[in-house]
């Protein structure tokens, strides 16, 4: 389980070797189990690919609705996700807010297929 916040808005996982053989995967799948947001700030995540050679390719993105529903969701890997590398998840605000506001998300491990 991974955990999201405000201020640690960024998590990495790296690629599961046989989950994604030769960019045999489609879909990126990210479960988000746990959501505190008694602000109702929205949120949305950004899906990250980064491969060995340091290369970032935005994959695509979601958001929670209404914005403290946990949900599973799924992200297109376009053919660019091979067997090296790492997946980066980063929480967004769509509106400004405090650092101090209480939001806490738990995301599953993620997964492919």
Do not use: H
């Not at 960019?23 to 995540?45: C, D, H, M």
């Amino acid at each position: 389980m991974y955990y999201l916040d405000l201020v640690n808005s960024t998590i990495e996982q790296p690629l599961d070797l046989a989950a994604v053989r030769a960019g045999a995967a489609k879909f990126v799948q990210l479960e988000v189990a746990r959501v505190t947001n008694p602000g109702k700030i929205p949120l949305s995540f950004e899906v990250w690919y980064e491969s060995k050679d340091k290369a970032k390719i935005l994959l695509g993105s979601f958001s929670l609705y209404p914005s403290d529903n946990p949900g599973k969701f799924i992200v297109p890997t376009q053919g660019k996700v091979n067997d090296q590398g790492v997946i980066r998840v980063s929480l967004v605000t769509l509106e400004k807010t405090n650092t101090r506001n209480m939001v806490r998300v738990a995301l599953k491990r993620i997964t492919f297929f």
